[in-house]
């Protein structure tokens, strides 16, 4: 196994994600491709921390972390997006241009 | 290394099932029109990256995927949908209409990561070995404290963030009464 092939699938998957986030209209959609690009980072440091094979497992750990804040990302995430449902009720993010010139 | 060295390896085959599991999982999040099935998907994706960790013997990253990307973040994406109330069925308005910008854009940046990925780290093996969960915990608690308690606060943070924003702002009658 070697690492591109690794750090090519995390970066398809990445590339996947950025096209979510560009061509979904639903909030929650956009939110499902975020997470996408997260995992992709996820795969990428796991796969260089293998290869490193450091002492510290510092590419497992740095995982783990971006597994948290992607958990936290969510839970705010979702929390605005219902906020903003229930103030406009839309979750749709063309509509949300009160801060677009 | 050719293509009969790469496919001579047995985790290769288990890497190149797992990755197109993944990618059709991840094409079909993006480009899904029944919401509820966008997030299912997203599952397969989840799941397919923590095989991908097992393969690379990163067993408590694996295990932690699911837990929390399957088990808590699919459920939170289910419960936003449903209170949401985004249409359960077919949708045809979920996209954009101009899908070719964004395709190009994606392709353009997939293409800059590969090509670079592909020039720089060409044939580097991947080391075999298991790091063991006590030895990630020791590296956690010694020399990524610090870190890890910011990324702790951080969590504390996202939880009360998100119970204030979701809460509902009580009535000025139900305030008097209380």
């Known amino acids: 196994m070697t690492v591109v092939q690794f750090s090519l699938l995390a970066s398809a998957l990445f590339s996947i994600g950025i096209y979510g986030v560009l061509v979904r209209r639903n909030a929650i959609m956009v939110l499902l491709a ?5 995992s992709a980072v996820a795969v990428n440091l796991v796969a260089f921390g293998a290869f490193w094979q450091d002492r510290l497992a510092s590419g497992q ?28 009720s839309t979750a749709n993010v063309d509509e949300l241009d009160l801060m677009k010139w | 290394m050719t293509f009969g060295d790469w496919a001579g390896e047995p985790g290769n085959w288990v890497f190149a099932v797992l990755a197109v599991v993944m990618i059709a999982g991840a094409l079909r999040v993006v480009t899904s029109r029944n919401v509820v099935h966008a997030v299912l998907f ?14 690379l013997g990163a067993e408590f990253v694996a295990w932690t995927v699911v837990l929390v990307s399957i088990g808590a973040v699919v459920v939170l994406f289910l419960f936003g949908i449903m209170i ?16 070719w910008p964004a395709a190009l ?20 093996e991947v080391n075999e070995g ?5 030895d990630l915990g020791t590296s956690i608690f010694e020399r990524f404290v610090i870190p890890f308690e910011v990324v702790s606060f ?9 119970i204030v924003l979701a809460r509902r702002d009580p009535e000025p009658e139900e305030v008097e009464a209380a």
């Open chain 1, 34 to 38: 975020v997470e996408l690009m997260l």
């Open chain 1, 61 to 88: 750990i740095f995982a783990l972390f971006v597994i948290a804040v992607g958990a936290a990302e969510v839970g705010i995430g979702l929390a605005i997006v219902l906020l903003v449902f229930r103030n406009r």
């Open chain 2, 42 to 55: 997203l599952v397969a994706t989840l799941a397919g990256s923590a095989g991908i960790f097992l393969l």
């Open chain 2, 84 to 99: 949401t109330r985004a249409p359960l069925g077919y949708d045809t308005a979920l996209d954009h209409e101009r899908r």
């Open chain 2, 105 to 124: 854009i994606a392709l353009a940046i997939f293409g800059l990561m590969a090509g670079s990925v592909l020039a720089y780290f060409e044939d580097i």
């Open chain 2, 130 to 134: 298991i790091v063991r969960s006590s």
């Open chain 2, 154 to 162: 951080l969590l504390l943070a996202a939880l009360i963030g998100g």
